[in-house]
C-alpha cells in the first residue's frame, strides 16, 4: 500500500515539475500566433500602458435606491460611451455613492476623450427610414416588469405630453410601413414597422410596432421574454437619456505610455533580482527543503499571473508591488512548516515523523496568520480608491495561493524526499547528524523582564511624532490638499526662476523641482485646482517658450480637495474595521479576549509609529501611503499570530507560576523564523525600492517601515502586554482548562493505541 502510495506521490511530483516548465514557456514564449505570452494576457492600467482617466461626480438630490438607480444608468450610458470610442480595457466604475471613475488605457488625445465621456448621453428614437421622431427629452422614466404573456421581462416606457404626441405620430407611420435603411444592434436590416432606438447614434433596440400608441406609455416584449439582465440593462440605457446625472469632473490624470513602459520593464527586472535573492536565502537557511520551497514559490508566481489574466484583473504597478510583498509572505508558510520540521528532527524523531508532525503543528499558525492579512487586505480591497484595490485584489490572490502551495505542493516534495534512501538525512532538512541545525540560532532573551525598556522605546518615538505633527503638521501630498502636478519634458535644462516668470501670469505660487539627472525634466505642482483646459493653457505656455512636443508632457494631474477628504475617512475606517475585524477572528480562534486585546494594541502602536516617523522625517502622506498603512496592519498581525500560537501550544506543558517563561521561551522559539521571514520580504521589497519610480517608492515606504515595525511589536511589545493582562492569574483559565483537555485526549488515544495492538 505504502509503495502504490509512494508511486502516485512520485508521478505527481513529475507531472507538477513538468507544469512548472511549461508555464514558464508559455509566460515567456506564448503558444501559436493566437495564444501570446504572459505579457499579453495580462491587462495593464494606467501607470504601465499610459491614458486618461477621470473622476466624475453626479449632481443629484436623490438619496437610497433611486440614487444607486441613476448611478448604474449612468455607468450603463459611460460604459456605452467608451466603448463606442474603440478603447480597449477602459474600466467604468463606481466609487462611494455618487462618484464614478473612468480609466482610459492607451488614449492619446485626453482633451477629446475627457470632453465625450462627459456630456450629455443622446437619446434618439427614429423611424426605419432613418427619420428622427424624438429625443429622449420626451421620455420621462423606463423600468421594467414581470411579463405575464411572454414570460420574463418586459420594458416599460412612459412619455412627457410632447413625447406622447410624437411617439403617437411615429408609431403610426412605423405601423403604416416605412421604407427600411437602418440596421438593427447587430447589424441587419430593420424591420419597416419597427421604431429604432439609439443611444449616442448606437442602435440599442428595434421593437416592432403592432399598432398606433396614443398613450403616456409603452412596452417593449418580445417571444420568450427578456432575461432580467438584459431587461435592466436596455431600462437603464433608456432611462439615461431622459434623467442623464449632471457630472463634475474632480480629478483627471494624463499620464503617457513611456512612464508605465518604462517602470514595469524595471518592475520586471527588479521583481526577478528580489526573487532570485529569496531563492538563494532559502537554499543557504534550509538546505534541500530550501529548493524544494523554491520550486514551490517559482509554481506560486506562475499561479498568481494566471489567475489575474484569467480573471481579466489590471496589473498596476501598486499591483506589481502588492505581488511581490505576497511573494515575501508566501515564503513565511513555508518558513513556518520548515521550522518545526527541524525541530522535530533536533527533539529526535526520525525524518518521516519529523515531517508528518511538523506539518501538523505548523498548519495552524499558518492558516491564522494567513487568514489574518487576507482580513486586512479584504477591507483595503472594500475601501479603497482603484490603486489600492489593485494592490489589494493581488496581495489576496497571493495569500490563498501562497496557503495552497506551501500545504500541498510544498508537502508533496518533502514527503518524497522524506521517503527517500539518499535524501532522507539529517544533512538535506538543514540539521547536522548530531542533531543541532545548520545555522545556530539559540536564543534566551529574557523579553519580560525587559518589556519596561520597549515599552519606553515606543512611547518616546510616539511622543516625538507627535511633538512633530504639533510644530509642522504631517506634509501632505496633493491627494490631501488638492491641486495639480505636471511633469513636463522640457528637452534642455532651464533655471527654476526662468520657469517661474515664464507661467507667472496663471498666478500659481508653484513648487517646480528638477526629475532627471540633466535637469531637463520638470515636475510643477500647485495647490491650485486646475481644469483640464487650464493645465492645457499652462503647458501652451510653456511650449512656445521652450519648443516641446506634445508627447513631452509625460503627465498632467489634477486633483480635488474632497478627494483628500474620502481618503483620510476611509483609511480612518478601513483601520478600525480592519482591527475589529482582526480581534473578532482571533477571539474565535484563541477563546481569550486577551490575546485580540494585546495584538490590536500592536496594532495601533504599529499605525502610530508609522505615523510618527512621517512626521519626523516629512515624509509625503498620500494615496499610496494609505494603502501602505494598512497593509502595515496586515503584515504585524500576521507576526504577532506566530507568536501568540506558540504561546498557545506551549501552555500545556507550563505550570501557570510559569507564565513569563513561558511567553519568553515561545518567542525565543519562534525568532529564527521572525527574522527569516522579515529577511525574505525585504529582499523582495529593496530591487523594487531601488530600481523603480517614485510612485511605487511611495507605497514601499510604509511597508518597509511596516515590516520593522510590525517584527519589533510582535517580538518585543504585544507578548509582553499580553503577559500584563494574563500574569495576575498566571496562565489564564482557559489555558488551564486546556491543559486538562490534552491531558484527556492524550489518555484517550493511548487507550486507541493499545486496542488497536491487541487487535492485530
Known amino acids: 500500500?505504502?509503495?502504490?502510495?509512494?508511486?502516485?506521490?512520485?508521478?505527481?511530483?513529475?507531472?507538477?515539475?513538468?507544469?512548472?516548465?511549461?508555464?514558464?514557456?508559455?509566460?515567456?514564449?506564448?503558444?501559436?500566433?493566437?495564444?501570446?505570452?504572459?505579457?499579453?494576457?495580462?491587462?495593464?492600467?494606467?501607470?504601465?500602458?499610459?491614458?486618461?482617466?477621470?473622476?466624475?461626480?453626479?449632481?443629484?438630490?436623490?438619496?437610497?435606491?433611486?440614487?444607486?438607480?441613476?448611478?448604474?444608468?449612468?455607468?450603463?450610458?459611460?460604459?456605452?460611451?467608451?466603448?463606442?470610442?474603440?478603447?480597449s480595457e477602459a474600466q467604468v466604475s463606481i466609487e462611494g455613492t455618487n462618484r464614478i471613475r473612468v480609466e482610459m488605457p492607451g488614449v492619446e488625445d485626453a482633451e477629446e476623450a475627457i470632453k465625450q465621456i462627459g456630456r450629455t448621453a443622446q437619446l434618439q428614437f427614429f423611424l426605419p427610414d432613418n427619420t428622427l421622431a424624438l429625443t429622449g427629452e420626451g421620455i420621462s422614466d423606463s423600468q421594467i416588469a414581470n411579463d405575464t404573456d411572454n414570460g420574463g421581462y418586459k420594458i416599460t416606457i412612459d412619455f412627457t405630453s410632447e413625447g406622447s404626441d410624437l411617439f403617437a405620430d411615429a408609431t403610426e407611420k412605423a405601423f403604416n410601413g416605412v421604407e427600411s435603411k437602418m440596421l438593427d444592434e447587430d447589424g441587419n436590416p430593420v424591420s419597416e414597422n419597427s421604431i429604432v432606438i439609439a443611444l449616442d447614434d448606437e442602435v440599442i433596440s428595434a421593437p416592432t410596432v403592432h399598432e398606433k400608441i396614443n398613450s403616456r406609455s409603452c412596452e417593449i416584449t418580445r417571444p420568450g421574454g427578456f432575461s432580467e439582465t438584459e431587461a435592466s440593462q436596455l431600462s437603464a440605457l433608456i432611462r439615461g437619456g431622459a434623467l442623464p446625472a449632471n457630472l463634475t469632473e474632480i480629478n483627471s490624470s494624463v499620464q503617457t505610455a513611456t512612464i508605465g513602459a518604462n517602470a514595469l520593464k524595471l518592475s520586471v527586472k527588479a521583481g526577478a533580482i528580489g526573487l532570485g535573492l529569496i531563492l538563494v536565502l532559502m537554499v543557504i537557511a534550509f538546505g534541500m527543503l530550501g529548493l524544494v520551497a523554491d520550486l514551490a514559490l517559482l509554481l506560486y508566481v506562475q499561479f498568481v499571473l494566471w489567475t489575474m489574466a484569467g480573471i481579466g484583473s489590471v496589473l498596476t504597478l501598486p499591483g506589481i508591488a502588492g505581488i511581490?510583498?505576497?511573494?515575501?509572505?508566501?515564503?513565511?508558510?513555508?518558513?513556518?512548516?520548515?521550522?518545526?520540521?527541524?525541530?522535530?528532527?533536533?527533539?529526535?524523531?526520525?525524518?518521516?515523523?519529523?515531517?508528518?508532525?511538523?506539518?501538523r503543528a505548523a498548519l495552524t499558525t499558518v492558516i491564522d496568520s494567513q487568514t489574518t492579512t487576507l482580513v486586512a487586505a479584504f477591507v483595503l480591497y472594500i475601501f479603497g480608491t482603484t490603486s489600492v484595490k489593485g494592490f489589494a485584489l493581488t496581495l489576496m490572490i497571493g495569500t490563498v495561493i501562497s496557503v495552497i502551495t506551501a500545504v500541498l505542493i510544498t508537502q508533496l516534495f518533502v514527503n518524497l524526499l522524506a521517503e527517500s534512501e539518499r535524501f532522507g538525512k539529517n544533512k538535506f532538512f538543514g540539521v547536522k547528524e548530531d542533531g543541532t541545525p545548520r545555522f545556530s540560532w539559540k536564543w534566551n532573551i529574557d523579553f519580560i523582564k525587559n518589556r519596561k525598556k520597549f515599552y519606553a522605546i515606543s512611547i518616546a518615538v510616539i511622543l516625538i511624532g507627535i511633538g512633530a505633527f504639533a510644530f509642522k503638521g504631517f506634509n501632505y501630498g496633493i491627494d490631501f490638499t488638492g491641486g495639480t502636478m505636471m511633469q513636463i519634458e522640457l528637452g534642455k535644462e532651464a533655471s527654476i526662476d526662468e520657469i517661474k516668470e515664464t507661467i507667472a501670469e496663471y498666478n500659481l505660487d508653484p513648487q517646480i523641482v528638477y526629475a532627471s539627472d540633466n535637469n531637463s525634466q520638470i515636475i510643477i505642482r500647485t495647490i491650485k485646482d486646475l481644469k483640464s483646459d487650464q493645465r492645457t493653457a499652462v503647458v501652451d505656455t510653456l511650449q512656445e517658450k521652450y519648443g516641446f512636443k506634445d508627447s513631452d508632457v509625460l503627465a498632467s494631474e489634477e486633483f480635488g480637495p474632497t478627494v483628500g477628504k474620502d481618503l483620510r475617512r476611509n483609511a480612518i475606517k478601513s483601520i478600525l474595521i480592519a482591527a475589529l475585524c482582526m480581534l473578532i477572528y482571533i477571539r474565535f480562534r484563541f477563546k481569550e479576549w486577551t490575546y485580540g486585546l494585546a495584538a490590536v494594541a500592536g496594532l495601533a502602536h504599529d499605525v502610530l509609529v508609522t505615523l510618527s516617523i512621517y512626521a519626523v522625517f516629512r515624509l509625503t502622506i498620500n494615496n499610496p501611503f494609505i494603502a501602505g498603512i494598512l497593509t502595515v496592519v496586515g503584515y504585524s498581525i500576521n507576526d504577532t499570530i506566530v507568536v501568540f500560537d506558540r504561546i498557545r501550544e506551549n501552555s500545556k506543558f507550563y505550570k501557570r507560576k510559569q507564565g513569563a517563561q513561558l511567553i519568553n521561551d515561545s518567542i525565543n522559539q519562534t525568532l529564527s523564523r521572525t527574522i527569516m521571514t522579515s529577511l525574505t520580504t525585504f529582499a523582495a521589497m529593496i530591487p523594487l525600492f531601488v530600481m523603480v519610480s517614485s510612485e511605487l517608492r511611495s507605497f514601499l515606504i510604509p511597508l518597509m517601515i511596516g515590516v520593522f515595525v510590525g517584527t519589533y511589536s510582535s517580538v518585543f511589545l504585544c507578548s509582553p502586554l499580553f503577559y500584563e493582562l494574563t500574569k495576575k492569574e498566571g496562565i489564564s483559565k482557559y489555558e488551564e482548562n486546556r491543559q486538562k483537555a490534552e491531558k484527556a485526549r492524550n489518555k484517550s488515544a493511548k487507550k486507541r493505541r493499545e486496542d488497536e495492538g491487541i487487535r492485530l
Not at 500602458?49 to 437610497?64: H, M, P, Q, R
Not at 440614487?67 to 456605452?80: D, F, G, R, Y
Not at 518558513?335 to 515523523?353: C, L, W
Request: proline share 0%; hydrophobic share 45%; glycine share 10%.
Open 324 to 359: 511581490i510583498l505576497s511573494i515575501g509572505m508566501a515564503v513565511d508558510s513555508n518558513v513556518i512548516i520548515f521550522t518545526r520540521i527541524r525541530e522535530e528532527i533536533q527533539k529526535g524523531k526520525s525524518i518521516r515523523v519529523a515531517v508528518d508532525m511538523g506539518y
Open 1 to 87: 500500500m505504502n509503495s502504490k502510495k509512494s508511486g502516485r506521490r512520485k508521478v505527481l511530483a513529475i507531472l507538477i515539475v513538468i507544469l512548472l516548465i511549461a508555464s514558464w514557456v508559455i509566460s515567456f514564449a506564448g503558444v501559436g500566433d493566437k495564444f501570446g505570452n504572459l505579457g499579453k494576457q495580462l491587462k495593464y492600467g494606467l501607470d504601465i500602458n499610459g491614458g486618461v482617466y477621470v473622476l466624475l461626480e453626479a449632481d443629484s438630490k436623490e438619496t437610497g435606491t433611486e440614487l444607486t438607480a441613476i448611478m448604474n444608468q449612468t455607468k450603463s450610458v459611460l460604459e456605452n460611451r467608451v466603448n463606442a470610442m474603440g478603447i
